[in-house]
């Protein structure tokens, strides 16, 4: 295995995470960064939620309930980052439903917030991008931000626009999915061009805690991990309704392709099993 050597000038002492942040960036930019595909939320806004795994994975934010435990106050300012639909907002809502909150959600897709809004009366919606964002400084006592950072253009401009709408010792939640540490991922089996648009868009867990913490963030970073046999004939349906945003990044060759290969699959076997694993990021930055 080729080793990797990362130059470092002498005379400049740089930090050995300054250092690597700056060779994994450089890294990314080389590997096409800056042509990283935008997902479309306008034409799947209508199928988003018939995903059923995404209506039965959100759960209460137990990060949220301990800062409220822990930050008591008459009010609370929180912010669901890239809110989609609602979905996460609307789950919180209901739970905490006896503490005084100011819900606000902020998206970039127009369709996405239009259903939020359907749905959700008492929040503040706001149209807008990550990387510039119509709030005041230090805003906000939470903010969430759950599968959605791999979708900002400039990760860099997002996250000090993170910090300037936090108020001090506020917490900054990303939730994602780690594709660097799921390449058994039934998708990437499939559909293996997705693995490497998503190279183009998802940050290393090092370059996260590096990024954070030259902001001045004390930051938490857990991975949650789970290897298994999955039934194929079980995940068909998800590649067919195509709202899995890596899925409408691919060529449509490439997803039909992939689409057909798990029929013939299921067809020739319908209990036919693959390993998959899969893995999600959480991230908790104080902001101090």
């Given at each position: ?26 890294n990314n930019q080389k590997a096409g960064i800056n042509d990283m595909k935008i997902t479309d939320y306008s034409k799947i806004a209508d199928k988003y939620e018939n995903n059923q795994y ?152 090092g370059v996260l805690f590096n990024e954070l913490s030259r902001r001045e963030f004390i930051v938490d970073i857990q991975v949650k991990y789970r290897l298994g046999k999955i039934k194929v ?56």
């Amino acid at each position: 295995m080729k080793s990797l050597r990362i130059p470092v000038k002498k005379k400049q002492q740089l930090p050995l995470c300054t250092i690597l942040t700056n060779y994994f960036l450089s890294n990314n930019q080389k590997a096409g960064i800056n042509d990283m595909k935008i997902t479309d939320y306008s034409k799947i806004a209508d199928k988003y939620e018939n995903n059923q795994y995404r209506l039965d994975e959100i759960q209460v934010d137990n990060d949220l309930k301990e800062y409220f435990d822990n930050h008591p106050k008459s009010m609370y300012q929180v912010l669901d980052l890239a809110c989609g639909t609602g979905l996460y907002l609307d789950h919180q809502i209901k739970y905490f439903d006896k503490r005084n909150i100011c819900w606000h959600g902020l998206d970039a897709s127009e369709d996405m917030l239009i259903k939020a809004m359907s749905k959700l009366k008492n929040v503040s919606f706001v149209h807008g991008q990550a990387e510039n964002m119509r709030y005041e400084n230090e805003s906000f006592d939470y903010i969430s931000n759950n599968y959605a950072f791999h979708h900002f253009l400039n990760k860099e401009a997002a996250l000090d626009e993170i910090y300037r709408v936090l108020k001090k010792n506020g917490v900054y939640k990303l939730h994602n999915i780690a594709i660097h540490d799921m390449k058994k991922w039934w998708i990437y089996h499939y559909f293996p061009t997705a693995y490497y648009e998503d190279l183009k868009r998802f940050w290393e867990k090092g370059v996260l805690f590096n990024e954070l913490s030259r902001r001045e963030f004390i930051v938490d970073i857990q991975v949650k991990y789970r290897l298994g046999k999955i039934k194929v004939s079980d995940y068909v349906g998800y590649a067919e309704n195509r709202d899995i945003s890596i899925l409408t990044l691919i060529d449509d060759h490439d997803y039909q392709e992939g689409l057909e290969k798990m029929r013939y699959d299921v067809k020739h076997d319908p209990q036919t099993t693959i390993v998959n694993d899969f893995a999600e990021i959480f991230v908790v930055s104080k902001k101090g």
